[in-house]
């Protein structure tokens, strides 16, 4: 049976709570790759990573460890692909599919099914361009968890924040059984 979950972190301040649930997924028997863009990198490090899961994280399309190419071997027998957060980058990147950087390569691979759980300011969060995009990934069959409303990094309380590590992994469930 395949009981592997990708999980993508992109750069976003709330990327250090996928420390969390990655933890989690891990502790519920399921062998995580993490993939972490280059703007995840600036917010997190890969040594957090490799501990908790065992395996170095992802961070380039070229990782010799993938000869076929990363975004082709780690969609490969992939149970569920999770997203937390996911930038209004990610979220644009995915819509169009611009396949511009390792994770919305790896999106377009994917034949499982994918949850994105958005976390940003409230204005952009807002803005009709990430609404559009958000939107076209519902119609394209993608699943969201949050953002929720409260406290955000950037010292206000709105829309925008990433769900708890918790409610992502109850979002999970369903795709886990
Ligand atoms: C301190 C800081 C916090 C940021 N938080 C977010 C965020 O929560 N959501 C978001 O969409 N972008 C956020 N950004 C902007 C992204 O890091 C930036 O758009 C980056 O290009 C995203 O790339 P990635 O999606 O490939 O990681 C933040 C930037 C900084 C400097």
């Known amino acids: 049976m395949n009981q592997r979950v990708v999980v993508g972190?992109?750069?976003?301040?709330?990327?250090?709570?996928?420390?969390?649930?990655?933890?989690?997924?891990?502790?519920?028997g399921f062998s995580v790759s993490v993939v972490l863009t280059v703007g995840a990198e600036h917010f997190v490090?890969?040594?957090?990573?490799?501990?908790?899961?065992?395996?170095?994280?992802?961070?380039?399309?070229?990782?010799?460890?993938?000869?076929?190419?990363?975004?082709?071997?780690?969609?490969?027998?992939?149970?569920?692909?999770?997203?937390?957060?996911?930038?209004?980058?990610?979220?644009?990147?995915?819509?169009?599919?611009?396949?511009?950087?390792?994770?919305?390569?790896?999106?377009?691979?994917?034949?499982?099914?994918?949850l994105l759980a958005p976390a940003m300011s409230t204005p952009m969060w807002d803005k009709p361009a990430v609404q559009r995009n958000v939107q076209q990934l519902r119609d394209d069959g993608v699943h969201f968890v949050g953002p929720e409303s409260g406290w955000l990094s950037c010292r206000k309380i709105g829309a925008g924040r990433m769900s708890e590590p918790e409610a992502?992994?109850?979002?999970?469930?369903?795709f886990l059984l």
Do not use: W
Not at 9 to 28: E, P
Not at 81 to 109: E, F, K, Q, R
Not at 168 to 174: G, H, R, T, V
């Open 168 to 174: 992502i992994l109850a979002a999970s469930e369903p």
């Open 45 to 114: 490090g890969p040594a957090t990573f490799a501990a908790l899961c065992n395996q170095q994280p992802v961070t380039n399309i070229f990782d010799s460890r993938f000869p076929l190419g990363a975004h082709i071997e780690l969609a490969a027998d992939c149970k569920l692909m999770i997203v937390a957060p996911a930038t209004a980058h990610i979220i644009a990147s995915c819509a169009l599919g611009t396949s511009d950087c390792l994770l919305s390569t790896l999106y377009l691979n994917m034949e499982c099914p994918v």
């Open 9 to 28: 972190i992109s750069g976003g301040i709330a990327a250090y709570k996928s420390a969390i649930l990655v933890s989690k997924l891990v502790q519920r």
